[in-house]
């Protein structure tokens, strides 16, 4: 058999959106303004694969002057990449967190944060957090967890959850994490605050809304299963093509790979014909549930972290001007320009 040889670089199809910035987003930014002042401590959640593209420069100015603790979620997702955690460290020091639903400790760890930052508050209201990040980074599971380990008592979610993207539309109620220190707990407790999932007013980065719907952070089908498949395996022939070795050789042609999808995993049409929205499906679910590797999207390298800060010191567009940006880029190919 020929080497395989990977594609180095990926078409990205110009109907791509360029933004999913919805009424809930700006609403809810516009009441994180007005709460900001009762607020000792952010919680910023970014996906661990995505620590780049999951860092908002719109909210980056809501929040800033804030004292902020930045929480990777899923960072169980991104094991495969070696690096990525002391490079985050070595941009952010001590206010880096690491968090893992399944594991406990991660969430014990940011809850001993909590406490000795409301030791240092010592508040006679008690310190009032606030979670906020990009849609559907795991800020409501984060809460829950919290609730769950810092107040055993209480059994139920304190947040509904979900694997989409827009399952928190309003700011919640404030919901104690650690109890009073009359409770065993620390001064007049913690209580945090979850926010809805803020978007980016507009991105002008195709690449950055591939990956960002990879990790289920817009509405499913805004883009298509079958081309965020195609975009996986972009990225999985450049980390290790023997990934998906046990559906087919390497490969650059994603027909291939989803007939091959298809037929391993049952997903057929009458006829026996493979189901490509199926199975690209199937394979984009494998994706995130870590079964096709753990890895980091975002480059981490530093001319790649001095790209990203470049863009986040440009004023964002406004979502007037986003809209006008993609009806401009729509006549565009209209015109085959």
Not at 48 to 55: D, K, V
């Amino acid at each position: 058999m020929a080497h395989f040889v990977p594609r180095n670089t990926f078409s990205i199809p110009s109907s791509i959106p360029k933004t999913y910035f919805l009424g809930h987003h700006h609403a809810g930014a516009n009441k994180i303004k007005t709460l900001l002042s009762s607020i000792s401590l952010v919680l910023e959640c970014r996906d661990f694969r995505l620590p780049l593209s999951t860092q908002n420069p719109t909210l980056e100015r809501t929040i800033a002057g804030r004292e902020r603790l930045l929480v990777y979620t899923k960072s169980d997702l991104g094991t495969d990449t070696p690096g990525a955690r002391q490079t985050l460290k070595r941009l952010y020091g001590d206010k880096v967190v690491f968090w893992d639903k399944n594991k406990p400790s991660t969430t014990e760890a940011l809850l001993k944060r909590l406490k000795f930052t409301a030791e240092a508050q010592d508040s006679l209201t008690g310190l009032r957090a606030l979670v906020v990040g990009m849609p559907n980074v795991g800020k409501s599971t984060l809460l829950n967890a919290l609730r769950k380990v810092g107040t055993p008592g209480k059994k139920t979610k304190a947040a509904k959850t979900g694997d989409q993207a827009g399952v928190t539309r309003k700011i919640g109620t404030a919901v104690r994490v650690v109890e009073s220190e009359e409770k065993g707990g620390v001064g007049s407790g913690v209580f945090v605050l979850d926010t809805p999932g803020i978007f980016q007013p507009y991105v002008d980065d195709g690449e950055t809304m591939m990956k960002v719907a990879l990790a289920h952070g817009i509405k499913k089908g805004l883009i298509p299963d079958e081309v965020l498949a195609d975009y996986l395996l972009y990225r999985m022939n450049k980390w290790d093509p023997g990934l998906y070795s046990r559906y087919c050789d390497p490969t650059n042609d994603v027909n291939e790979f989803l007939d091959a999808v298809a037929k391993r995993e049952g997903k057929l049409k009458a006829g026996g014909v493979p189901n490509w929205q199926e199975a690209a499906a199937r394979v984009l679910s494998q994706w995130r549930d870590g079964k096709l590797g753990r890895y980091v999207l975002d480059e981490l390298g530093d001319e790649d972290i001095r790209a990203h800060e470049m863009m986040l010191a440009q004023p964002a567009l406004s979502l007037h001007q986003a809209k006008k940006a993609q009806k401009e880029a729509r006549k565009r190919e209209r015109l085959g320009e």
